[in-house]
Nanobody, 118 residues
C-alpha cells in the first residue's frame, strides 16, 4: 500500500509559479505510475498530468501544456508538479495519485489547495 501526502499549495497571483510535491511512503514507489489531478468547486475532477514509473514518459491535459511540468525522484519517493504562468482557472484542490497494476488510480492523497487570484 502507498500513502501520499501533498504539499506546496497556496495563494498566488496570476502569472506566478508554484511547485507541488507529493511524498509517498513505501519501498515500491518506483513501481507506480503517478498522476496529478485537480478539482475546482462545482466541477468534475480533472487529470492534469501523469508520469510513468521510470519518469520516461509524461502526459498533460491541453490546458496546462507548456506551463506545467510533472517529474519524479524515485530516490526521494516524491513526485512534483511545477506550475508556471498560473491562471485563475487553475484554482482547484490538487491531488496526487498512484497506480500500479490497473488503469485506475488506486491511492490518493488528501489534496492541497491552489488559489490563483487575478
Amino acid at each position: 500500500q502507498v500513502q501520499l501526502v501533498e504539499s506546496g499549495g497556496g495563494l498566488v497571483q496570476a502569472g506566478d509559479s508554484l511547485r507541488l510535491s507529493c511524498a509517498a511512503s513505501g519501498r515500491t514507489f518506483s513501481m507506480y505510475a503517478m498522476g496529478w489531478f485537480r478539482q475546482a468547486p462545482g466541477k468534475e475532477r480533472e487529470r492534469v498530468a501523469v508520469i510513468t514509473w521510470s519518469g520516461g514518459s509524461t502526459s498533460y491535459t491541453d490546458s496546462v501544456k507548456g506551463r506545467f511540468t510533472i517529474s519524479r525522484d524515485n530516490a526521494k519517493n516524491t513526485v512534483y508538479l511545477q506550475m508556471n504562468s498560473l491562471k485563475p482557472e487553475d484554482t482547484a484542490v490538487y491531488y496526487c495519485a498512484a497506480r500500479r497494476y490497473t488503469n485506475d488510480y488506486e491511492y490518493w492523497g488528501q489534496g492541497t489547495q491552489v488559489t490563483v487570484s487575478s
